[in-house]
């Protein structure tokens, strides 16, 4: 998109690679987000406690799916970000609730390391949302970028304490 925008590429491009963002960050996360926490939860009971946030995730992504069929969604260039623009109504209860649906499963998590890691996202909401209105979608999504990859170090170099959990050295050759 960056590309796209700075005319490095087509902008037929930089359009596929926006709608391919957009449909991730505003369709599949909010539905996928609260799946992942909901099929690590071990009992019934966590997981009819983690199941209103799928389907609060299932209805914004739907509303943010149609909103983006309808208003054709644009990005432009912001200062040390980009800045999404969907045309959408109700905005602030929208994101509101795609906030609700992606952090809550895991503050509703029975796992505490879910749980501190639902903290900090809405800690980094907060910061981020302060820091740039406009640059909220892509500041997140970078947020995000960098606390995937601090998780994925961690499922690789840490040391599980489940027992049922593979290995460290077995991990590393999955």
């Not at 700075?6 to 991730?24: D, E, H, R």
């Amino acid at each position: 998109m960056w590309w796209g925008l700075q005319g490095k590429v087509s902008p037929t491009i930089g359009n596929v690679a926006m709608w391919a963002y957009l449909l991730f960050a505003m369709v599949a996360l909010p539905v996928i987000g609260p799946l992942l926490v909901l099929g690590l939860e071990r009992t019934p009971a966590r997981r009819w406690r983690i199941a209103p946030f799928v389907v609060l995730g299932v209805v914004i992504a739907g509303i943010l799916f149609v909103t983006m069929l309808r208003t054709h969604p644009t990005v432009h260039l912001g200062e040390h970000h980009l800045a999404y623009a969907l045309g959408l109504r109700y905005g602030i209860p929208v994101v509101g609730l795609y906030v609700v649906a992606t952090c809550g499963s895991m503050l509703a998590s029975g796992f505490r390391h879910v749980f501190w890691f639902g903290v900090s996202n809405l800690v980094a909401i907060a910061v981020l949302a302060r820091l740039s209105a406009d640059g909220f979608t892509s500041l997140w999504c970078s947020y995000a970028a960098l606390s995937s990859g601090a998780i994925a170090l961690w499922l690789r170099l840490g040391h599980p304490a489940d027992p049922t959990l593979p290995a460290p050295a077995d991990r590393a050759l999955a």
